[in-house]
């Protein structure tokens, strides 16, 4: 189903951004969250069983190739060496002592109005890797750079809401915080 990051008025503007969540109908510990815009198709399925995470992007700023790859794989990078001294188990964010399931306090969410700041630097780095063209109206540029901010809440909301029962919004007229020039 259609599931908001901005607030109620802010929807209502045609940005084009569309963010949208599901549960599996076979397999009810698979969620997918996923946003839609001008930038193209960008998501993650969450496999509750497995721990695991496959994330779905565009493979270039074309957006005719998808790359999919899991969170355990990118565990897998060697990063350098690790100069932990001991070791840290892995304990489940889900679980409590005696591996009691954390439930959120009757599935009601707490909303938190919010806004995010994109320096120029950052904006111009998202136009330049999305090619969109210079000659392209502030409107499109800002709606382009909310679009990736909005793929990054629909994540960040994800972990909020299942871990805290928090979600945020994206306040009205966040655009004007949206800065093209460095």
């Not at 969109?132 to 809401?161: G, M, Y």
């Amino acid at each position: 189903s259609e599931t908001s990051i901005f607030e109620i008025t802010s929807q209502k503007r045609d940005s084009g951004i569309k963010s949208y969540i599901g549960k599996g109908l076979e397999n009810e510990s698979l969620e997918i969250r996923f946003t839609i815009s001008s930038l193209g198709f960008k998501g993650f399925i969450f496999d509750a069983n497995r721990q695991d995470i496959i994330y779905i992007e565009p493979a270039s700023s074309n957006k005719e190739k998808y790359i999919v790859y899991s969170s355990k794989s990118m565990l897998k990078r060697d990063y350098g060496p690790c100069h932990v001294s001991q070791s840290i188990s892995k304990i489940p964010v889900t679980t409590l002592k005696n591996n009691v399931p954390l439930k959120p306090l009757e599935k009601k969410l707490i909303v938190y109005r919010f806004a995010v700041l994109a320096t120029g630097e950052y904006s111009q780095f998202i136009l330049n890797y999305y090619n969109i063209d210079e000659s392209a109206s502030d409107l499109e540029k800002k709606n382009a750079i909310l679009a990736e901010i909005s793929s990054a809440v629909t994540f960040i909301n994800f972990i909020l809401e299942r871990d805290l029962g928090v979600s945020m919004r994206l306040i009205d007229n966040n655009e004007e915080i949206v800065f093209l020039e460095p």
